[in-house]
Nanobody, 118 residues
């Protein structure tokens, strides 16, 4: 599976962005998908995951602000980000789970930069 993330950019604090991740292959709907991020000088961090059936999970720091969703016919994963903060600045990656839920993770995308200015 190849993953292609897009939708990043520069936004002011309080603004919104929607990230998208398109996946190749015919088995997208069978697997969990997730979003991770990596800020400069920090380790990659799990942000959110969505199971094959639509169940979701979020890291505490984004709960209530970010929404993960998937469009299986389009093989596309989304991350709607609202009320963005400078601390959300990072490269965001999508990943495919080896299972129908939340990991282990494989098939990372190339990342898209999100920069939030204060």
């Amino acid at each position: 599976v190849q993953l292609q993330a897009s939708g990043g950019g520069l936004v002011q604090a309080g603004g919104s962005l929607r990230l998208a991740c398109t996946a190749s292959g015919r088995t997208f709907s069978r697997f969990g998908m997730g979003w991770f991020r990596q800020a400069p000088g920090k380790e990659r961090e799990f942000v959110s995951g969505i199971s094959w059936s639509g169940g979701t999970t979020y890291v505490d720091s984004v709960k209530g602000r970010f929404t993960i969703s998937r469009d299986n016919p389009k093989n596309t994963l989304y991350l709607q980000m609202r009320s963005l903060k400078p601390g959300d600045t990072a490269v965001y990656y999508c990943a495919k789970s080896e299972t129908s839920t939340y990991g282990p993770w494989e098939s990372w995308g190339q990342g898209t930069q999100v920069t939030v200015s204060s």
